[in-house]
């Protein structure tokens, strides 16, 4: 059975900068990914199935709509404890943070910011005890990076609507109960629409032959004309800032998310350099390893200021998207590199399910891409500082 030895790194003390209740959270969530997660994930993800039975403890970890009101089943808590959560989570395995991000950036942030408050009664409790599963539809076959130019769209018959497309690369597809997903109405706007599984004509094929986020279930949503009734369209947004500005909570948790997997394989590739004798001594007393896990642990620290940072902004309504993406490139990326630099420390065993460091590392490769990828926020950067869009 796996062993799980993780030690959490401050270099800075960070965890100073936290209250009582965020570490409190910390605690909670870790114990329950070194309980429940650590000890069987390998065996999920070598299998290349999602352990679904770690929902209902995920709910009760509060992973499911942590920042949404406790009136409407969420925790009511701030922004930095939402990224902490996310952090833990990701430790463990980014699967099970997307499965947990999904759920609360892009499910119930838009019920509850763009949704009526039937939807929100309706939707928001089921989805916080994980009784209600649910994904976002966004990307498309032909239209990832430029959603803009999506084709999925619907018909105001009178009654009810008439929806038709298809999304690809959805998290959480082939088990979600409901799906919030973007597509145009007659007029070519981008509205959102609750689609709910057993609507006739909306099916969710699973993605098979990943070589990353095993453990994670991704799928297709498929819609043939599904009816859909008026009320499931979320009446407060129209146009692209409503996909947008959930892509903008999500990978603020990203940010966090994937410091948790840098921490994991950092911790994993220092102990291992300390109790692995070659040439007579432990091969952490070469020069060599020491720059690697040196420069891993000042980039970790760095990115731990950043998110900090960055969720004291957001808790105080004032970060705004190009920061978000600065962190989520930045930490993801930064992440992947520790994977690397680690899985080398660990030599012929960096590759094999006995340590994370590999799972980690193709997970990441997902994480790099999915909301936003590496390219595009950097593109964001560069619009930001120049005024200069170099997207088109
Ligand atoms: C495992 C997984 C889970 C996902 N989950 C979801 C989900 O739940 N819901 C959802 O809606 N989507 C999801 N996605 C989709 C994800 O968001 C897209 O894959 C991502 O936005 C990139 O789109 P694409 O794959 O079509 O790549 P493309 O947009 O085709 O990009 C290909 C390459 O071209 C580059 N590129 C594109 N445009 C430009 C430009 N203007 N300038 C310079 N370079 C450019 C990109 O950076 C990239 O390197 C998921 C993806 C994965 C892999």
């Not at 997307?98 to 763009?114: G, N, R």
């Not at 032909?142 to 998290?171: A, E, Q, R, T």
């Not at 990203?254 to 291992?272: H, S």
């Not at 998110?307 to 930064?334: C, D, F, H, Y």
């Amino acid at each position: 059975m796996y062993q799980d030895r993780f030690q959490y790194h401050d270099y800075y003390l960070v965890e100073e900068l936290l209250t009582d209740e965020h570490r409190l959270i910390r605690e909670t969530v870790r114990a329950f990914v070194k309980k429940e997660v650590t000890p069987i994930i390998e065996d999920f993800a070598q299998r290349a199935e999602f352990p679904r039975h770690l929902l209902k403890g995920l709910a009760e970890v509060g992973a499911f709509g942590p920042y949404i009101p406790v009136e409407y089943g969420g925790q009511g808590l701030d922004q930095i404890s939402y990224g902490i959560i996310m952090q833990e989570l990701e430790r463990g395995d980014s699967g099970i943070r997307s499965t947990a991000s999904v759920q609360s950036s892009l499910v119930m942030y838009p019920i509850y910011t763009f949704g009526s408050e039937e939807q929100r009664q309706k939707y928001l409790p089921k989805l916080a005890t994980g009784e209600f599963m649910g994904a976002f539809g966004l990307t498309e076959p032909s239209h990832g990076s430029d959603p803009g130019g999506m084709v999925s769209h619907f018909k105001d018959m009178g009654d009810h609507y008439v929806l038709n497309g298809s999304k690809m690369w959805i998290s959480n597809a082939p088990f979600c109960d409901i799906a919030v997903v973007w597509a145009k109405d007659e007029t070519g706007v981008v509205r959102g629409l609750i689609v709910e599984r057993g609507m006739e004509g909306f099916s969710t094929p699973e993605t098979h032959g990943k070589w990353s986020l095993r453990a994670s279930a991704t799928g297709e949503l498929v819609f043939d004309n599904v009816r859909v009734p008026k009320e499931n369209l979320l009446p407060n947004v129209k146009g692209l800032k409503g996909p947008l500005s959930c892509l903008n909570s999500a990978r603020y948790g990203i940010a966090w998310g994937a410091l948790g997997a840098a921490l994991d394989c950092y911790d994993t590739a220092l102990r291992y350099a300390g109790e692995r004798i070659q040439f007579g001594k432990p091969i952490a007393s070469f020069q060599l390893q020491q720059k690697k896990l040196a420069e891993m642990i000042t980039e970790i620290t760095k990115a731990q200021l950043l998110v900090w940072r960055l969720g004291t902004l957001k808790n105080e309504n004032r970060a705004n998207p190009a920061q978000i993406s600065m962190a989520k490139r930045n930490n993801v990326a930064l992440a992947l590199e520790v994977a690397r630099e680690s899985r080398q420390i660990l030599g012929g065993m960096g590759i094999t399910g006995e340590y994370p460091i590999m799972r980690h590392m193709m997970n990441l490769e997902s994480v790099v891409t999915y909301e936003g990828t590496h390219d595009i926020h950097l593109l964001i950067t560069g619009l930001d500082i120049t005024g200069i869009n170099a997207f088109v």
